[in-house]
């Protein structure tokens, strides 16, 4: 799998509270210029939304 992850993405050691695990990890700079969905509760209610919610130009 190494071999068909490319950049930005990994796999390497992720240290959550649990201890350390493999994980997939990504670069900073593939969000660099992204749309920050936050202010919608995350990638599903961004893909969710109707055409009268909050325009992507409108998320903080």
């Known amino acids: ?3 068909a992850t490319s950049a930005p ?3 390497g050691t992720e240290a959550p509270a649990g201890g ?3 994980g997939f990890l990504c670069e900073s ?3 660099d ?3 920050d969905i936050t202010a ?3 990638w ?9 919610d909050v325009a992507p130009s ?3």
Do not use: H, I, S, W
Request: no cysteine; aromatic share 4%.
């Open 1 to 3: 799998m190494t071999t």
């Open 9 to 11: 993405g990994d796999l």
């Open 20 to 22: 350390p695990t493999l």
């Open 29 to 31: 700079t593939a969000v």
């Open 33 to 35: 210029g992204a749309l």
């Open 40 to 42: 919608l509760g995350g």
């Open 44 to 52: 599903r209610q961004y893909l969710a939304r109707t055409r009268t």
């Open 58 to 60: 409108q998320v903080p």
